[in-house]
């Protein structure tokens, strides 16, 4: 890091001295610059001019604020799109030639009519003069010796605990009720339970095996979640993406025979990163893309992450078929889904 | 060059598995969907001239009988539905191969892409070409089509359609200039990466509903320029190159001394 | 009974007798303030907040902050029928059913985006310049503190209407708060009510983004304003300034007009932008549900920065330990690289301060050249948060560009520590070498263009010294030096106390000051002259034997040395 060169780093190295008693060592303040007159300070037409061009710029705003109260008035949004872009458009300009032309008015007036002289004021430093700075100790010094504070521990030690116990009230009640019923092991679990049948979201129709070619994807959600005492909730962590891949495609590992059902196969849809509904399924190379943060699983591989930020596979829901042909859950998924948290494993 | 050579290699394998599962699936429509009214019955000389044009033109990657080479899957059991999406929006004849076939001004009129449909149709059940009220946006709903829209489109397509990006350079395109008809024949095919959305999971009402949503939603702009609607990424770009440019611009103008 | 003869007419006079008006009427009616348009950009970042407090207003009075279910018959014909939350409902009934109210939610929500980035300028002017400097270090901390709150009122309101791209922006912030190790499931509840999305943040996000967040917002641009006026501003170098004066215009009338002005301007420029362009379409997203999600999943620009840390991250770092997981790809980037980024922002005065050892008020700014790692350092942060930003808009650049989100995402993975190391290291040497060319400048004058001949033969071009204004731009910095410590061992050999801090400080002061290039003295100046022989020619153009006036570089005629240009130019 020594790059500089010693001519700029000690410039009189490299030049003769001639003059170094005569002259300063820094070259000092010039001081203000000579004022240069406006063409408006010394033409009196150019000054006119100025003036009326203010003028016209404020009945700009003028005409712009009654046009927009006539755009108010006449142009209403009916519910069809083209009226509402219509109305937003004309009440939009009229506010905005409103508001120009009073900005503009305002400076180009500042600018070519008013006193332009520069003017200076002086600074002072902030720090306060020494007296100041001890008279500031003694009024301090006087009012700790009228209240006797350092003479009285006791006290002191009240006043304190007094004054950090206090928030608690406000604390504690805050804390125990903001949090709900502050039950987190129901990240745990979903409503999924043997039995549960799929269903396609939003419609809620149940799927059969049969219903799926290979190559389609079905939205799933569990069957009866309306009836659930918190659809959402329970939505946002039970959803599912049903896929049927040529079942030849498909690599099964080994405790999970049987999860599956003629290649069709039932993964959770909520990524394992930080929770965004992986939805994007690329039918041909069987890959599965969360479009929040481009981490990608392999669906014919146990949705294990090939690329970006997430480590985990999506969680499979284990499925099977049911006396009428149904695809139904065989059990709740064996791990949290979602986003991975400190006690998910305990 | 070398990777990208390798890379081509990679994926025209998918292609190749996934076709023959459309040809699965062409059965399994068959078997399943309901018997639809086609417009107009192709007629054997329709067949003969497509096959004539699909021998000129399709059979060097497709097979001399469509039943698939090393270069170009089988296309026996595809459909007609499939034939003329890929077709009409000029993907086939394919001209470059890149991550992914993209869309160009068609090589065949709508009459050769009918016979080339109905040629490759008659070597095997599979999806039919949706008849016009099967995509009449005015019979759709377009809040039902836009709920479906959401959970089975967005995430690729984006919220109105603006498209989207995929792994790898692939991408799900813009759906803005898509006919009806082909919004119908992707969902009903799956081309490409797209899954396939048989009857089952979305019905052929459902479809139209989405349609409808979709032709609604080219003329809902709530302001004159809707920045691409690619959300806020656009509208950060324009805060900053707009917003922020022009007021800095006031501010050298109201800082500058007048002359 | 007061006086009859007052100056004061009545009213005034009743207010004076009861508020002491006349004394701060005296005191700040006529207070100067320097000009420069960059002193304006803190301006942009209160009035577009004036705007937001009026947009918001009118926006609350329509907006319901509930999370209760209700189903959708109003204007809008793709939500007939939907079920969506009293919060999304409202925003569209506010936006499509009272008049104005699309243009008053797009006002609101563009001058929010403005509000974030022309925080974000001032205080890059402010760093740059040196105008953190003593005594202003307390107000670059309060400063700093309002940036953040800008960012907890840019998130809570994004995620009012309860959209599904908020929605999911909300999620985000629920796996990012669980990630926390112990508390991070019950922090997730503490703010939730309960289980993610729960019934209770609507109402909750209302009360911090209406409330809590404007009001300190408020308090502290109050702080901030007080000190800006008990400081008085600082001013660029120049002519006749210094540290112990302030050269500019009163406040009334100049000031009371250009930012009066300034604020009907900023105001204009955002009503055109809500006339013109969409914002937030909330319609196009639908009402939040936990399964869908849109291409282009983004929050808005200030907070994209911790999307793209999100986003390159790779996964393996996420571990478990004892049976305890611990999701260090995502406390890293969402925590940790934010952390550390911001703190760095925060201290960096006092950082500054540290290695320079400078104990004097400083009121005249710093041209960004003559603080050559002070620049770099600026340019290298925000070269970091830059690849963030872009980062977190891979996928927009991926269809954009037709370029593979993978590749982009490696390429910006290793960028986020190349970039900002290259930054700083051109940035540093540009400075220097600015700094160079003020001292040849300085020493030898500006080219005119003008060719002389001699009657020897020789040509030379004329060289115009610098008038003494343009002189003292240049040479009136003072280039700060490494700290002189004292030995590690006193004059007996002994060890001394404190030696290894003092060593550190040296090492940070070598860091920033070891390469410098120090002023032109007039030492120098009048040796130089004395020196260049067509610098002689030019203080004595009398003495020419012979002038061939040749038109070189745009130059027209030999220009009179001593014509003195006009200083206006002192602040370029």
């Given at each position: 890091?020594?790059?500089?060169?010693?001519?700029?780093?000690?410039?009189?190295?490299?030049?003769?001295?001639?003059?170094?008693?005569?002259?300063?060592?820094?070259?000092?303040?010039?001081?203000?610059?000579?004022?240069?007159?406006?063409?408006?300070?010394?033409?009196?037409?150019?000054n006119k001019r100025a003036e009326l061009q203010v003028v016209v710029l404020f009945l700009i705003s003028v005409i712009g604020t009654i046009g927009f109260l006539?755009?108010?008035?006449?142009?209403?949004?009916?519910?069809?799109?083209?009226?509402?872009?219509?109305?937003?458009?004309?009440?939009?300009?009229g506010l905005f030639f409103g508001l120009m032309g009073i900005g503009l008015a305002a400076v180009h007036w500042a600018k070519s009519l008013m006193?332009?002289?520069?003017?200076?004021?002086?600074?002072?430093?902030?720090?306060?003069?020494?007296?100041?700075?001890?008279?500031?100790?003694?009024?301090?010094?006087?009012?700790?010796?009228?209240?006797?504070?350092?003479?009285?521990?006791?006290?002191?030690?009240?006043?304190?605990?007094?004054?950090?116990?206090?928030?608690?009230?406000?604390?504690?009640?805050?804390?125990?009720?903001?949090?709900?019923?502050?039950?987190?092991?129901?990240?745990?679990?979903?409503?999924?339970?043997?039995?549960?049948?799929?269903?396609?979201?939003?419609?809620?129709?149940?799927?059969?095996?049969?219903?799926?070619?290979?190559?389609?994807?079905?939205?799933?959600?569990?069957?009866?979640?309306?009836?659930?005492?918190?659809?959402?909730?329970?939505?946002?962590?039970?959803?599912?993406?049903?896929?049927?891949?040529?079942?030849?495609?498909?690599?099964?590992?080994?405790?999970?025979?049987?999860?599956?059902?003629?290649?069709?196969?039932?993964?959770?849809?909520?990524?394992?990163?930080?929770?965004?509904?992986?939805?994007?399924?690329?039918?041909?190379?069987?890959?599965?893309?969360?479009?929040?943060?481009?981490?990608?699983?392999?669906?014919?591989?146990?949705?294990?992450?090939?690329?970006?930020?997430?480590?985990?596979?999506?969680?499979?829901?284990?499925?099977?078929?049911?006396?009428?042909?149904?695809?139904?859950?065989?059990?709740?998924?064996?791990?949290?889904?979602?986003?991975?948290?400190?006690?998910?494993?305990? | 060059?070398?990777?990208?050579?390798?890379?081509?290699?990679?994926?025209?394998?998918?292609?190749?598995?996934?076709?023959?599962?459309?040809?699965?699936?062409?059965?399994?429509?068959?078997?399943?969907?309901?018997?639809?009214?086609?417009?107009?019955?192709?007629?054997?000389?329709?067949?003969?001239?497509?096959?004539?044009?699909?021998?000129?033109?399709?059979?060097?990657?497709?097979?001399?009988?469509?039943?698939?080479?090393?270069?170009?899957?089988?296309?026996?059991?595809?459909?007609?539905?499939?034939?003329?999406?890929?077709?009409?929006?000029?993907?086939?004849?394919?001209?470059?191969?890149?991550?992914?076939?993209?869309?160009?001004?068609?090589?065949?009129?709508?009459?050769?892409?009918?016979?080339?449909?109905?040629?490759?149709?008659?070597?095997?059940?599979?999806?039919?070409?949706?008849?016009?009220?099967?995509?009449?946006?005015?019979?759709?709903?377009?809040?039902?089509?836009?709920?479906?829209?959401?959970?089975?489109?967005?995430?690729?397509?984006?919220?109105?359609?603006?498209?989207?990006?995929?792994?790898?350079?692939?991408?799900?395109?813009?759906?803005?200039?898509?006919?009806?008809?082909?919004?119908?024949?992707?969902?009903?095919?799956?081309?490409?990466?797209?899954?396939?959305?048989?009857?089952?999971?979305?019905?052929?009402?459902?479809?139209?509903?989405?349609?409808?949503?979709?032709?609604?939603?080219?003329?809902?702009?709530?302001?004159?320029?809707?920045?691409?609607?690619?959300?806020?990424?656009?509208?950060?770009?324009?805060?900053?190159?707009?917003?922020?440019?022009?007021?800095?611009?006031?501010?050298?103008?109201i800082?500058?001394?007048?002359? | 009974?007061?006086?009859?003869?007052?100056?004061?007419?009545?009213?005034?006079?009743?207010?004076?007798?009861?508020?002491?008006?006349?004394?701060?009427?005296?005191?700040?009616?006529?207070?100067?303030?320097?000009?420069?348009?960059?002193?304006?950009?803190?301006?942009?970042?209160?009035?577009?907040?004036?705007?937001?407090?009026?947009?918001?207003?009118?926006?609350?009075?329509?907006?319901?902050?509930?999370?209760?279910?209700?189903?959708?018959?109003?204007?809008?014909?793709?939500?007939?029928?939907?079920?969506?939350?009293?919060?999304?409902?409202?925003?569209?009934?506010?936006?499509?059913?009272?008049?104005?109210?699309?243009?008053?939610?797009?006002?609101?929500?563009?001058?929010?985006?403005?509000?974030?980035?022309?925080?974000?300028?001032?205080?890059?002017?402010?760093?740059?310049?040196?105008?953190?400097?003593?005594?202003?270090?307390?107000?670059?901390?309060?400063?700093?503190?309002?940036?953040?709150?800008?960012?907890?009122?840019?998130?809570?309101?994004?995620?009012?209407?309860?959209?599904?791209?908020?929605?999911?922006?909300?999620?985000?912030?629920?796996?990012?708060?669980?990630?926390?190790?112990?508390?991070?499931?019950?922090?997730?509840?503490?703010?939730?009510?309960?289980?993610?999305?729960?019934?209770?943040?609507?109402?909750?996000?209302?009360?911090?983004?209406?409330?809590?967040?404007?009001?300190?917002?408020?308090?502290?641009?109050?702080?901030?304003?007080?000190?800006?006026?008990?400081?008085?501003?600082?001013?660029?170098?120049?002519?006749?300034?210094?540290?112990?004066?302030?050269?500019?215009?009163?406040?009334?009338p100049?000031?009371v007009a250009k930012?009066g002005g300034f604020f009907f301007i900023?105001f204009g420029?955002?009503a055109?932008?809500?006339?013109?362009?969409?914002?937030?379409?909330?319609?196009?997203?639908?009402?939040?549900?936990?399964?869908?999600?849109?291409?282009?999943?983004?929050?808005?620009?200030?907070?994209?920065?911790?999307?793209?840390?999100?986003?390159?991250?790779?996964?393996?770092?996420?571990?478990?330990?004892?049976?305890?997981?611990?999701?260090?790809?995502?406390?890293?980037?969402?925590?940790?690289?934010?952390?550390?980024?911001?703190?760095?922002?925060?201290?960096?005065?006092?950082?500054?301060?540290?290695?320079?050892?400078?104990?004097?008020?400083?009121?005249?700014?710093?041209?960004?050249?003559?603080?050559?790692?002070?620049?770099?350092?600026?340019?290298?942060?925000?070269?970091?948060?830059?690849?963030?930003?872009?980062?977190?808009?891979?996928?927009?650049?991926?269809?954009?560009?037709?370029?593979?989100?993978?590749?982009?995402?490696?390429?910006?993975?290793?960028?986020?520590?190349?970039?900002?190391?290259?930054?700083?290291?051109?940035?540093?040497?540009?400075?220097?070498?600015?700094?160079?060319?003020?001292?040849?400048?300085?020493?030898?004058?500006?080219?005119?263009?003008?060719?002389?001949?001699?009657?020897?033969?020789?040509?030379?071009?004329?060289?115009?010294?610098?008038?003494?204004?343009?002189?003292?731009?240049?040479?009136?910095?003072?280039?700060?030096?490494?700290?002189?410590?004292?030995?590690?061992?006193?004059?007996?050999?002994?060890?001394?106390?404190?030696?290894?801090?003092?060593?550190?400080?040296?090492?940070?002061?070598?860091?920033?000051?070891?390469?410098?290039?120090?002023?032109?003295?007039?030492?120098?100046?009048?040796?130089?002259?004395?020196?260049?022989?067509?610098?002689?020619?030019?203080?004595?153009?009398?003495?020419?034997?012979?002038?061939?006036?040749?038109?070189?570089?745009?130059?027209?005629?030999?220009?009179?040395?001593?014509?003195?240009?006009?200083?206006?130019?002192?602040?370029?």
């Amino acid at each position: 890091m020594s790059a500089h060169d010693s001519s700029t780093h000690d410039g009189s190295k490299d030049v003769v001295v001639h003059t170094s008693d005569t002259l300063p060592e820094r070259f000092s303040n010039p001081g203000h610059p000579e004022h240069h007159l406006r063409r408006s300070d010394q033409d009196p037409r150019a000054n006119k001019r100025a003036e009326l061009q203010v003028v016209v710029l404020f009945l700009i705003s003028v005409i712009g604020t009654i046009g927009f109260l006539v755009a108010y008035f006449t142009v209403t949004p009916a519910g069809t799109p083209s009226s509402i872009r219509n109305s937003n458009l004309l009440l939009g300009l009229g506010l905005f030639f409103g508001l120009m032309g009073i900005g503009l008015a305002a400076v180009h007036w500042a600018k070519s009519l008013m006193n332009d002289h520069e003017k200076s004021e002086e600074r002072h430093e902030l720090r306060s003069p020494e007296p100041v700075r001890a008279q500031a100790v003694e009024v301090i010094q006087e009012g700790v010796a009228d209240s006797a504070i350092g003479r009285r521990g006791i006290l002191k030690g009240a006043m304190v605990s007094a004054l950090a116990l206090f928030p608690l009230s406000i604390a504690v009640p805050l804390i125990g009720n903001i949090g709900g019923n502050w039950n987190v092991s129901t990240l745990k679990h979903t409503m999924w339970k043997k039995g549960t049948r799929l269903t396609i979201d939003p419609t809620g129709r149940p799927v059969k095996a049969s219903d799926l070619t290979i190559g389609s994807v079905f939205h799933i959600i569990p069957d009866g979640l309306d009836k659930t005492a918190d659809p959402m909730e329970e939505k946002a962590k039970a959803i599912v993406l049903l896929i049927r891949l040529d079942p030849r495609d498909l690599k099964i590992a080994p405790d999970r025979e049987g999860w599956s059902y003629d290649g069709i196969i039932a993964y959770s849809k909520i990524c394992t990163h930080v929770g965004c509904p992986v939805a994007l399924y690329e039918q041909q190379t069987h890959h599965l893309l969360c479009p929040c943060h481009q981490s990608t699983f392999d669906v014919a591989d146990g949705a294990k992450v090939v690329f970006g930020p997430a480590k985990r596979p999506l969680p499979q829901l284990p499925i099977t078929v049911d006396s009428e042909g149904y695809l139904v859950a065989q059990s709740d998924f064996h791990e949290p889904v979602g986003p991975s948290f400190w006690e998910r494993l305990k | 060059m070398k990777a990208l050579a390798a890379r081509r290699h990679h994926r025209n394998a998918p292609v190749v598995v996934t076709l023959l599962a459309l040809l699965t699936t062409g059965g399994l429509y068959a078997a399943l969907a309901p018997s639809t009214a086609h417009a107009a019955e192709p007629t054997a000389n329709d067949i003969a001239a497509g096959g004539k044009l699909f021998q000129a033109n399709c059979s060097t990657c497709h097979g001399p009988a469509a039943g698939g080479t090393a270069s170009g899957p089988s296309l026996v059991g595809v459909g007609a539905a499939a034939v003329d999406f890929q077709v009409s929006t000029g993907r086939m004849p394919m001209a470059a191969s890149g991550p992914q076939v993209i869309a160009k001004p068609p090589t065949f009129d709508a009459k050769q892409t009918a016979e080339l449909a109905a040629y490759v149709a008659s070597l095997g059940a599979g999806p039919a070409v949706p008849t016009a009220e099967q995509v009449d946006p005015s019979k759709g709903d377009q809040a039902t089509g836009m709920a479906l829209f959401r959970t089975n489109c967005a995430m690729c397509h984006n919220a109105v359609g603006a498209g989207g990006a995929l792994s790898q350079g692939k991408f799900a395109p813009p759906l803005a200039n898509a006919t009806p008809t082909v919004i119908y024949e992707a969902m009903l095919t799956g081309p490409q990466s797209m899954p396939v959305f048989n009857n089952d999971n979305i019905t052929p009402q459902e479809k139209r509903d989405v349609i409808a949503y979709l032709v609604a939603q080219r003329s809902n702009a709530t302001s004159v320029n809707d920045l691409g609607a690619f959300g806020p990424v656009s509208e950060g770009l324009w805060a900053w190159v707009l917003g922020i440019g022009t007021l800095i611009g006031c501010a050298v103008w109201i800082g500058a001394k007048s002359s | 009974m007061t006086t009859t003869d007052s100056a004061f007419p009545g009213p005034v006079d009743y207010l004076d007798q009861r508020t002491g008006l006349g004394s701060a009427i005296k005191t700040f009616a006529r207070k100067i303030f320097p000009d420069h348009w960059s002193f304006l950009l803190g301006e942009i970042a209160l009035y577009s907040f004036v705007v937001l407090l009026i947009s918001g207003v009118f926006l609350a009075m329509f907006f319901v902050p509930s999370m209760n279910e209700t189903v959708y018959h109003g204007a809008w014909a793709s939500m007939q029928g939907v079920t969506m939350s009293e919060a999304f409902k409202s925003t569209l009934d506010l936006s499509f059913e009272v008049r104005g109210g699309l243009l008053m939610r797009q006002i609101h929500h563009w001058a929010a985006l403005i509000f974030m980035a022309a925080i974000v300028t001032h205080m890059m002017r402010v760093f740059f310049t040196g105008a953190f400097r003593k005594p202003r270090e307390v107000n670059w901390v309060v400063g700093f503190v309002l940036m953040i709150l800008g960012l907890a009122a840019g998130f809570s309101g994004y995620s009012l209407p309860d959209d599904v791209l908020s929605g999911n922006g909300l999620r985000i912030a629920d796996g990012v708060t669980l990630s926390l190790p112990i508390i991070g499931s019950y922090m997730s509840y503490f703010i939730f009510g309960g289980q993610f999305p729960g019934t209770q943040l609507i109402p909750r996000l209302f009360t911090v983004h209406v409330l809590l967040v404007p009001g300190l917002i408020l308090a502290l641009v109050g702080l901030h304003l007080f000190f800006v006026v008990l400081h008085k501003h600082t001013q660029y170098p120049g002519s006749g300034r210094t540290d112990k004066n302030v050269v500019g215009f009163p406040l009334f009338p100049i000031y009371v007009a250009k930012a009066g002005g300034f604020f009907f301007i900023v105001f204009g420029v955002i009503a055109l932008m809500a006339a013109l362009f969409t914002i937030n379409p909330v319609w196009d997203y639908g009402p939040f549900d936990p399964s869908p999600v849109s291409a282009g999943a983004q929050p808005d620009w200030y907070m994209l920065f911790l999307e793209g840390a999100l986003r390159l991250t790779p996964g393996q770092l996420e571990v478990v330990i004892a049976g305890f997981t611990i999701p260090l790809n995502v406390i890293i980037p969402a925590m940790i690289v934010p952390g550390l980024l911001f703190t760095a922002l925060a201290a960096y005065p006092f950082i500054e301060a540290y290695a320079t050892g400078d104990k004097r008020e400083h009121h005249v700014l710093d041209r960004p050249r003559n603080a050559p790692v002070r620049t770099a350092s600026g340019v290298a942060l925000l070269t970091t948060f830059l690849v963030l930003i872009l980062a977190g808009s891979n996928d927009i650049i991926a269809t954009q560009f037709q370029l593979s989100i993978n590749d982009i995402t490696s390429v910006f993975r290793v960028l986020l520590f190349v970039g900002p190391a290259v930054a700083f290291w051109i940035t540093k040497r540009a400075c220097l070498a600015l700094q160079r060319k003020d001292r040849e400048l300085v020493l030898h004058g500006h080219e005119t263009g003008s060719i002389v001949r001699f009657a020897s033969g020789e040509y030379i071009e004329v060289h115009k010294p610098l008038n003494e204004h343009e002189r003292w731009l240049r040479v009136g910095y003072e280039a700060h030096r490494p700290i002189a410590i004292a030995p590690a061992e006193d004059s007996r050999g002994v060890r001394r106390k404190g030696y290894r801090r003092d060593r550190l400080r040296q090492r940070v002061s070598q860091f920033f000051y070891e390469d410098r290039v120090e002023p032109v003295t007039p030492t120098e100046l009048a040796a130089a002259q004395s020196h260049g022989a067509h610098d002689a020619i030019a203080q004595a153009p009398d003495a020419l034997p012979q002038v061939e006036s040749q038109p070189v570089g745009g130059g027209q005629h030999l220009v009179t040395p001593n014509a003195q240009v006009t200083p206006d130019e002192r602040n370029l």
